[in-house]
């Protein structure tokens, strides 16, 4: 079997993070495959050793982190659209870092940094960006790239910078807001790194994140000319859910039309709730939003005598909860295939069949469904799907101790674990991870 080409578009390297949310520790979630061999043909693919080291040029196609309740999962990918919101807010000069989110269970943890830093892969090149925050200000920021060896871009601490190609003398006269972040503005300065900025904040609008159910979300079936509602009802039909077509019901033109635009709105709508408002009335075209779905109808004798159709808010409650959740993301993660987008999903197997979950994370680990290598990230309860053709170093595990500090942990950082080791059975047997205590006792 021949593996997919190497990566040229967008890609995740890792993502390290520290003292935000429920996390206190660093720590990375790495796409970076390791030796194992077990399933490379099919869930890794490779970059060039020109980007990066010969060591470090098999990457993962997928990624699921499990754990209990409150353990941190969603957490992860919180942060990650935090980070995102932080630069998109940022270019629109709100002042969303004045929120920042560091941990909040240590006293002393307000008066300490947060991380937030991602290694990517845009455009056949490495970037490496991160900053750190601290009482809502900008405390550092940095980019790297590499084509055939590792450089700085910019490095900034408060609001002194330094960048490549530009003198001590003209860098101070850029004048630095301690609430914006430069990725974000430095392209209004015409600066020969502007380049090199412009792929790290395309990477990120390209970026695809979802949490929960949103109107706005429909709208991607209509794109690319319907190609994505095509594919969709192929995989509802699989399902077995009886649902035969689905269709898009607008009462109002709305006022979007491209997959980046629908993006960008929803990235705004879900990390940003305290402007939810504002939103909804500069976009109140986009809140008359349904999704009609069709399903066939019978006589007693089984024949088909015709079509109902019954639309997801107007007729709420005739679907069930996951076949709601599984039409709200289907047309991002088709989207993702289609396009070789990052996409991160929260609770993937939220209400669905355990072979429907399956089904998804198996789009990406494939040749055939995934010939451009988009990757997914994804929170998952049912520890079933560990067993089902994951590589150790594609399965992640969060546990929180005592006082409620999150730990995200690769099952590859285990010691004796076997590739015939059934994990969901250790997993269980408490060999991973802490956890919860519910022994039933008189």
């Known amino acids: 079997m021949v593996k997919n080409k190497e990566a040229k578009n967008s890609m995740l390297v890792g993502f390290r993070f520290k003292n935000t949310r429920s996390f206190y520790q660093e720590n990375r979630l790495s796409m970076e495959a390791t030796s194992d061999k077990e399933l490379a043909e099919i869930n890794t693919f490779s970059a060039s050793t020109k980007i990066m080291p010969k060591d470090e040029n098999e990457f993962l196609k997928s990624a699921v982190i499990f754990g209990s309740n409150a353990s941190g999962k969603s957490n992860v990918i919180k942060i990650i659209s935090y980070m995102r919101n932080c630069l998109l807010e940022s270019a629109s000069q709100r002042p969303i870092i004045a929120g920042n989110e560091y941990f909040a269970f240590y006293k002393e943890a307000c008066d300490e940094e947060s991380l937030y830093e991602v290694e990517i892969i845009y455009n056949a090149t490495y970037y490496k960006y991160g900053f750190t925050l601290l009482h809502g200000r900008v405390e550092s920021e940095w980019l790297e790239r590499r084509k055939e060896r590792l450089t700085k871009v910019f490095t900034r601490k408060k609001d002194s910078i330094e960048i490549t190609g530009l003198s001590k003398d003209a860098a101070k006269l850029l004048n630095l807001n301690p609430n914006t972040l430069f990725l974000s503005i430095g392209m209004n300065f015409k600066l020969d790194i502007a380049p090199y900025m412009n792929d790290v904040m395309a990477w990120f609008l390209n970026l695809l994140i979802v949490f929960e159910n949103n109107a706005n979300s429909f709208d991607i079936y209509n794109l690319e000319g319907g190609k994505y509602r095509k594919q969709a009802i192929n995989i509802l039909k699989k399902a077995d859910i009886g649902i035969q077509d689905i269709k898009v019901i607008k009462d109002k033109v709305a006022s979007i039309s491209n997959l980046n635009d629908v993006l960008r709105f929803n990235t705004q709508l879900q990390t940003n709730p305290a402007h939810f408002g504002q939103l909804k009335q500069e976009n109140a075209d986009l809140f008359n939003i349904d999704l009609e779905t069709s399903f066939n109808e019978y006589d007693k004798n089984n ?90 170093d594609q399965i992640y595990f969060t546990s929180k101790d005592k006082v409620g500090v999150s730990t995200l942990t690769s099952l590859s950082d285990f010691t004796n674990v076997r590739k015939n080791d059934l994990f969901s059975k250790k997993y269980l047997a408490g060999f991973y991870t802490s956890l919860p205590d519910m022994k039933y006792s008189d």
């Open 303 to 392: 024949n088909i005598v015709g079509t109902k159709s019954v639309r997801i808010f107007k007729n709420r409650g005739f679907h069930s909860e996951g076949t709601e959740r599984l039409l709200y993301y289907l047309g991002w993660i088709l989207a993702a295939l289609d396009q070789g987008r990052v996409i991160f999903i929260d609770e993937v197997d939220a209400k669905l069949h355990f072979l429907v979950a399956d089904y998804i994370i198996k789009l990406f680990n494939s040749i055939d469904n995934n010939p451009k290598n988009a990757q997914l990230i994804c929170t998952a309860h049912n520890i079933m799907l560990m067993d089902e053709d994951l590589r150790r």
